[in-house]
């Protein structure tokens, strides 16, 4: 199942799955995950499109697949890191009629350890592990997969983007600024 009930907030630290300009490299990884992560890998959001936007992306529900980032809090931050996602991402709360994403749960795909470059599944300690990894139990249900929180663009947002967007072909954001260029958010 893709969604979860987001009536029933799920307990625990969840880890984010980013796909624009949180991704590493991009501007605002620096800026608002740098010293705040404990582990990040590749991922994929299966069953989404991805759509440009000014400056950033928007995911939404879709027959696609968006690819991007699996990324867990570092020890003693989630909260700070799960406010300043919040903000940067304009999320005031479910359906508020002002936010320009939502925050829900979805499953993510990990890729193969090999695809990762990493070892074996579960090797070394949890705290060495990125997000995802180690024993089945460990991991959420369904091989391969972990749930996660995912900022998806809000129900106006994609309603115009449904009607008048430009989908991204192979779900894959970059920047549009030149390598070395300015890093404005």
């Known amino acids: 199942m893709s969604t979860l009930d987001p009536a029933s907030p799920p307990t625990g630290e ?20 740098r010293g705040r992560t404990s582990g990040e890998r590749a991922a994929v959001l299966p069953r989404a499109l991805l759509y440009d936007g000014p400056g950033y992306p928007y995911a939404i529900d879709g027959h696609g697949r968006v690819h991007g980032t699996l990324l867990a809090a570092a020890p003693g931050v989630y909260e700070e890191l799960l406010g300043l996602l919040d903000h940067l991402e304009e999320y ?13 749960v979805r499953e993510i795909e990990l890729p193969g350890e090999e695809q990762a470059g990493k070892g074996q599944p579960g090797e070394g300690t949890p705290e060495e592990r990125a997000p995802g990894e180690g024993t089945p139990e460990e991991r959420a249900p369904g091989e391969g997969t972990v749930r996660a929180w995912v900022y998806l663009a809000a129900a106006a947002v994609t309603r115009s983007l449904r009607t008048g967007g430009s989908v991204i072909d192979g779900g894959r954001w970059v920047t549009r600024r030149p390598p070395g260029g300015p890093r404005t958010p």
């Open 92 to 104: 005031l709360g479910p359906g508020h009629p002002r936010n320009l994403y939502e925050r829900v």
């Open 14 to 33: 969840l880890p984010f799955f980013v796909y624009g300009t949180l991704l590493p490299g991009e501007p605002n990884h620096d800026l608002f995950l």
